[in-house]
């Protein structure tokens, strides 16, 4: 070699060497401001390093930094969007000649981040885009990241819009592959104005970042009084497209999830529901659950489109055992909280208003069945319920139920845009067995009683069930043909004392029931007797007063014309008055008094005579039930009620109300 090849190699060496010494003596703080210059011009925020900033050379360099700070969104009360109290990360040389960044491993200390959002929805997380960015690759797809480690991280959501304010605690570590390590937090806080809390851990952070892979998701926690708890995957964690999670759901009514997740539900007694959670799009779906509300079981699919405007809800429901007192929400005979709430005074008809802002928030198509009906005051066997909700307007069409072995039909209409609410409802009945509609009837052996229908259209005006009906305009018919009564229960009616001798002597007999009708009209609430005959071989029973759903009295009249002769009648009008809640039930003293004045008077003349005031001749003729059955039938809703109707209801289509006998009945179509 050369002198002058040695003398440049020499040359070279001392620069390198000089090179290598001003590297290592280099204080890399000096660099604070340009990095800080950058990474401003990315976000559009501010950016320092208030800290040490410090490079370990090698040939994959190890950098740390202390004090990071970046600025928040300019609308924000707070300054800092996220502090960091220490960075440190290893990168690899060679990739960065290829455009790419490969780091072993990271770690930050004690990292604080400020998720926030104003009243006008826009979020401190939203950066101003670096015009010289490059729209050739993602992030992600330019970083690898190996082991990562997060220790004492602090997380705060502000969103006071929501009245929502969380605070949770954070920690990630990172194994050596994309699969290995964990995510996990504990938070506390207010969810919509309710006390918050949850617990939640996931699988690897790097795991996150893989779109097409399950990420493993698990977490507990709970809302108000609403628990919750979710174990599965989620695909791809950003859209949460791939959801595939076991979820449950508990709390003290339904009704608590209206200002959590924005669904109108009634409100009901405790519930517990399990199912799969998935998403897709805008579309949350709680699928195939299985759980019970009261004392009720409660099974089905439920879908909820948030990209709807409003949103929409799709729900197939079916219960195997309906308790009805489960339901009572619906008719506003619970709070919020579910628990029953009972009417003031001597009312009985539920007066909870129902919630307008419930009705108007979402859209929906709701069908619900119920298998098997429990209801202590009413002889139900099963329902089947179509339930729409459109802008405001509720319909249950059809709702049908079974009872007493026969069959109710519903069309009932509600308008929320209307104030108060504008309801329609159009209800009949058909082979309705009065036995089990009156059990007291069915107690007697002998008693054969007939087939019941009917029909009642209604409009009404009001907030609540009570309101409504205090308020009903319309009319109802109910008939019965064919059947038989006891005759002991025609005596009693009657008093007739003479004739119920050989009844007990020789034992009650059935007696043949020719027809029943029933009229009503109502007017404001107050529902007069239009016509009400009870006609069988041996008497006849005609009906007169009203019920008046405003006070809820009752004030109706009785009156038993015999057919045949008794010897000993003290009859007189059988009187039912009071209020819905404590009816009486009691004959007419005054025509009673007369006559056995009158019985008694004659006694002291010539004790024989005493008898005639008691003597009943009967002479009561039959009715023209045929007559009376056809114009129950007829459709006889009011020129007011159509008019009403017409003007504010939404249009149904005809029902036809032409008799149809079968086995021994008349029903009303």
Known sequence: MTRRRRNTLLGLGIVVGLIAIAIYLFDWNMLRPYIARQVSAATGRSFAINGDLHVKLSRAPVISAEGLVLGNADWSKERDMARVQRLEFQVRLWPLFKRQVELPYVSVTRPELLIEQNDQGQGNWLFKKNAKDSDKGSATDMVKIGRIDIRDGDLRVEIPKEKTSLRAKVAATQGANDSEGSITAQGTGSYRDLPFEVASSGGAVLGLRDANTPYPLKFKGRIGDTRFTADGTVTDVRSLRGMAINFTLAGKSLAELFPILRLPLPP????????????????WRFSRFKGKVGDSDLAGNWAVDLGREPRFIKADLTSQRLDMKDLSGFIGARNEEGKPVTPKGDKVLPQNEFNLEKLRVANAD???????????????????????????RLSLDPMVVGMADGTVRARIHMDTAKVPIHTQADVSAEKLQLTRLMPALGENKRVNAGLVGGRAALVMDGNSVA??????????????SGGEISKLLLRLANLDVANLVPIFLAGDKPVPVRCMVAEFKATEGDTKVQNFVIDTQKQVVLGSGSLDFGPETLDL????????????????PILIKGTFKKP??????????????AAVALGFVTPPLALLPLVELGGAEDQACGDLIQRATRNKISSATVEKKAKTAPPTSKTSTRPRKSGGSTELR
């Open 268 to 283: 009901t007694p405790a519930y517990q529901l399990a199912g799969l959670l998935e998403h897709e799009a805008q579309e």
């Open 467 to 480: 309101r409504m009906l205090a308020t009903a305009d319309g009319d109802a018919a109910f008939i019965m």
């Open 557 to 572: 009249r009785l009156d038993v014309n015999p057919k045949d002769i008794s010897l000993v009648s003290l009859r007189g």
């Open 366 to 392: 709701v069908h619900f069945r119920g298998e098997k009906i429990i209801d202590k005051d009413l002889p139900l066997d099963r329902m089947d319920v179509h339930l729409m909700l459109d802008n405001g």
């Open 584 to 597: 009486a039930v009691r004959p007419e003293m005054t025509q009673l008094s007369l006559r056995t004045a």
